[in-house]
């Protein structure tokens, strides 16, 4: 399937291995990758609190954007802070057509225009939602090439992913706040619940009081830990910099040691799909996936 | 229509809980009780809890007064989420339960009194009190009523829903490792004082909200309130704008980098289109400008994250390269969202939607839906 891709800044700058595997991954599961370079930042929820119009403006001039991918079924991101802030503004941008009139016209200056038709609205998904709705855990379970036979993984939601409820249509039918489990059950691994999973990593506040983010990043990984995960999944970056990157600080603000490597959710996809984990970038990681590493060539070993 | 009859027929079911009891005046640690209770399954959760002291234990702490979802005494955790007991059905309940079994929980980031009654005024009380909360009025005080656009009354009509039940309180996860954030429930009830025009102190209310370190600046961004909220209040919605009037009407420059966060981050993608993260942190601590990892604050801020820029640089994840220098989108493009930016920020007044407020387009009538024009 052809998708308009959205990857964000982070994946582009300080989590290169995230986009690196994404690329990496997208031809085994039959995605096509459609880059929309043109756009810029989504404003990660900082400039909505500067100027809400202007960051509805900004990403309804994305959305216009990937509606002139040609044959695209949809948008698709691979950053959950992305995702939660496209939809706070997508949520404006289709509840009021007079509201949509007024920031399209500062669109037009471009020749751009966001088009909304209430029975068919713009569809944007996380690559995790993606790949349980449109892939389907069947179809990804008989992709497996590598099973991640007692790999016990502790999936890492974050917040921007799973609330609010409403507006990231989580429901009955959608449970989206348990897609991680699945996946990683498809994937033939273990899930580790811990008490962190849906909890804030603290990466925003991180320049504001980084021993309140750095505490709750250090909390939660120690909740892994003390759950005997052997790593993290998430499928947000900006998570990911603060559990993974600023892990040794960290780990004094909490005064314990960690270790606890954090996967990228393509990195985890591609390593039970059968890449090799330094094509998908685990030499990137500030904590060394080691026991993922080990785990994966002594699993290449046995079959051997 | 079965469900109706059998509610009629007076259909009762049984209802598992599993209650965690606690007497800290007993030194006896929290443990957790269980009791069958048998009601209809569109009963509430309260319901159930007083049946089960009723019948079973006379012993179990629980506060409640209204039963109807307006005076907020019986706030509590339900299956691990926030929960009005009277304002939750025991089918709803039993549904979101991981084994059939519906688990009471009292709420959290407040001591427990007994069982499910916690103290709300060692902590929502003091910080509802914290952010002053009544009208400090604009002088000279009319004679008789004031008179104000009916509009700006509306906007703060959102926070004047909040029933004090402190659901968002209890799921707040910034005051879960800093107990002295001032909190979701009380920024909401500042911006009840920030938002309406009869107060004569904006600046100064916005600018001690601002400057403390457990202030506006210490949420995380969560969304923990928005979702525990029973009255749709949005807390964190109205902490945003309480950093949006602080920053784009007063100007006010924080001691918590607040202020030169946002504007160091909306500066970035002005001028790259896309965030250049090696940037961000210096600009945050010392000024929005490429000078500003040359200011002391900065200085140290980067001393301390050293180790984590000498294993970016070892692991490749961070080039030096990408340290100075940053990606930008197409020429063309950034200038088209330069444009934007200008025309925006150059706006007398803010535009600001708020769906509370207008609520929802309607869905558009299927033509044929309605010949006789019954649009009423």
Redesign the interface.
Known sequence: MKVAYWPGCVSRGFTPELHGSMAKVAPLLDIELVELDRACCTGAGVIAEHNQELADTLNARTFALAQQVDGAAMMMNICSTCQGAQSECQERLDANAEYREHVNSTLAGEGLSYKHDPTQPLTNKNFLWLLVEEIGLDNLRARVKRPLTNLKVGPFYGCYIVRPRNRLGIDEQHPRDHYLDHVIEALGGTVIEYAGMRKCCGFPIITMNKEASLKQAGRHLGDAVDADADCLVTPCPLCHLNLDLQQPIAEQVVSRELHMPVLHLPQLVGLALGLDPKDLGMGRHVVKPTSVIDWSTSVVAAAA | MTEVHDRRAGGTESFKLRMRRYDPESGEAPYWDEHTIELEPHRSVLEAILQARDRFDGSIGIRCSCRQAICGSCGIRVNGEPALACHTHLDAAKLGAKDGVIEIEPMGNMPVIKDLIVDMDAVHWKKIRRVTPWLLAKQPVPEREYIVPKESMVDVTQTMACIQCGACVSDC??M???PG?IGPAALAKAYRFVGDPRDDQQFDRLNDLAQD??GI????????C??ACPKDVNPMGQI?RL??IA??DHHIVDK???E???AA??GL?RDN??????E??PR??GGASWFGKFAPAAGKELL??L??AF??LL????TLG?ILKP?K??SA??K??Q???D???S?PE????N?YI????E??EPVAASPEGSNS
């Open positions: 996860l910034a879960e490792v800093d954030f370190p457990q600046f210490d949420c995380t961004h969560c969304f923990k928005v979702e945003m950093r949006r920053i784009g918590n980098n607040g030169r966060h946002e981050f909306t993608i289109g896309i965030l250049w993260e090696a961000l942190l945050s601590y301390s994250s180790p984590v294993y970016g692991r490749r994840k961070m990408g990606h989108i197409p493009d950034l088209n969202v444009a934007i930016y025309k925006i920020e706006r803010r535009y600001e939607l769906l207008v609520g929802e387009d869905a558009p």
